[in-house]
């Protein structure tokens, strides 16, 4: 009897842990489910424009063959653009830190085990060390992901939605069901554009019918009414995508994200908006790449790798010892941190100097030491 009790508890335990973790992972997954909602939208709306432009507007309405062949062709570029731009944003997996982000396992079971802040912080602290980690909360501590248990890297933020930490994290956008970050950060800003393109596209070419319709110089077809709902469809889309795209260009120039736009990144000397702006030009070829033949076109060419990413180097880092380096031939002066730089880093910040350099040294009491000041603006 005592073990069929013992055994008999053991399963009502696991039974009852069942019935309890049930409703959660049902929950959850019915938000996967609902999230796709807005996704599912956009692709009708889509499907039903193509079939009211092509059907409707250019079989059925356009009188001239030469006419109906244009707007297909240019229709068919806008429209091929939009939907593989869409679809890299959607299905371009968030990139997460690396595993030298995330805490020893001694550590991290000694973390766990510390009650007090204080001591969670020096932890943190040395395992940190050697990171390349320039950002701070906003009192000065390690940022650090609880959930995900990752030491995050500049720029990285967690997603509630997706429950992963992102690199270089922009925004949750529910009208493509994932998170825009390093990695499809550019896929978004082509979506946007040749969404914008495709928008305007199809309400110049349909408002000369649109008119026609609506004064009845045409007679009434079963194409009124897609011509009439497609330029109202077209045209409110387009008022609506070309202020987020504004607004995101001014970022892409600025080299900052959604986040940083409404809350500063805190470094070690205080928190600074421009930080990790290099000037509009290289601020554009970190999105975008250096090729600009690969610009307008929904593949990978970002530069870096997510993990770091170099800042103005205004004010120097206390806690990061600078070696002058003296100037060669063709060379200029620069500051080089002792943790070597990733190669985004070097790349970006290696070519095309165009910054002007200010140099002022600094002597103690004894005139004995000279310390080297490098200062650098941006031009």
Request: hydrophobic content about 35%; some cysteine; charged content about 20%.
């Given at each position: 009897m005592g073990v069929w009790y013992v055994t008999s508890r053991k399963h009502s335990l696991r039974f009852g842990g069942r019935v309890k973790m049930a409703p959660t992972h049902v929950l959850r997954c019915c938000q996967r489910g609902l999230a796709w909602i807005p996704v599912i939208f956009i692709a009708l709306v889509v499907c039903w424009s193509y079939y009211a432009y092509v059907v409707e507007l250019c079989i059925f309405t356009i009188p001239s063959i030469a006419e109906k062949i244009i707007y297909m062709v240019f229709f068919h570029l806008s429209f091929v653009m939009f939907v593989w731009s869409y679809w890299k944003t959607i299905f371009t997996r968030p990139a997460n830190p690396s595993k030298e982000f995330c805490l020893p396992k001694a550590e991290k079971e000694q973390y766990v085990k510390e009650e007090r802040p204080e001591s969670q912080q020096e932890i943190l602290w040395r395992a940190a060390a050697n990171l390349p980690l320039y950002t701070r909360t906003g009192a000065g501590?390690?940022?650090?992901?609880?959930?995900?248990?990752?030491?995050?890297?500049?720029?990285?933020?967690?997603?509630?939605?997706?429950?992963?930490?992102?690199?270089?994290?922009?925004?949750?956008?529910?009208?493509?069901?994932?998170?825009?970050?390093?990695?499809?950060?550019?896929?978004?800003?082509?979506?946007?554009?040749?969404?914008?393109?495709?928008?305007?596209?199809?309400a110049a070419t349909v408002l000369q019918y649109f008119i026609k319709f609506w004064t009845n110089e045409l007679p009434d077809t079963h194409a009124k009414f897609h011509v009439l709902f497609l330029f109202f469809v077209a045209a409110m889309f387009c008022i609506s995508i070309l202020s987020l795209f504004s607004y995101h260009l001014w970022l892409v120039g600025k080299n900052r994200?959604?986040?940083?736009?409404?809350?500063?990144?805190?470094?070690?000397?205080?928190?600074?908006?421009?930080?990790?702006?290099?000037?509009?030009?290289?601020?554009i070829a970190q999105v975008f790449g250096d090729k600009r033949k690969f610009w307008l076109l929904p593949i990978f060419t970002s530069q870096g790798?997510?993990?770091?990413?170099?800042?103005?180097?205004?004010?120097?880092?206390?806690?990061?010892?600078?070696?002058?380096?003296?100037?060669?031939?063709?060379?200029?002066?620069?500051?080089?941190?002792?943790?070597?730089?990733?190669?985004?880093?070097?790349?970006?910040?290696?070519?095309?100097?165009?910054?002007?350099?200010?140099?002022?040294?600094?002597?103690?009491?004894?005139?004995?030491?000279?310390?080297?000041?490098?200062?650098?603006?941006?031009?």
């Open positions: 501590a390690i940022r650090y992901c609880d959930r995900c248990q990752v030491i995050k890297p500049d720029r990285c933020h967690h997603c509630s939605a997706c429950d992963m930490c992102v690199l270089k994290m922009d925004h949750h956008c529910p009208w493509v069901n994932n998170c825009v970050g390093f990695s499809n950060y550019k896929f978004f800003i082509l979506f946007l554009c040749y969404s914008l393109v495709y928008c305007l596209f199809i994200s959604t986040i940083e736009a409404f809350r500063a990144p805190v470094f070690r000397t205080g928190s600074d908006k421009n930080g990790f702006s290099l000037g509009f030009g290289k601020n790798d997510g993990l770091t990413f170099p800042s103005r180097l205004v004010n120097i880092d206390p806690e990061q010892p600078t070696v002058s380096l003296q100037p060669e031939a063709n060379k200029s002066i620069e500051d080089v941190p002792a943790s070597p730089l990733s190669e985004s880093q070097n790349h970006l910040l290696g070519n095309e100097q165009h910054a002007n350099n200010v140099t002022e040294h600094l002597e103690n009491d004894t005139g004995s030491e000279t310390i080297t000041i490098i200062m650098e603006r941006e031009s």
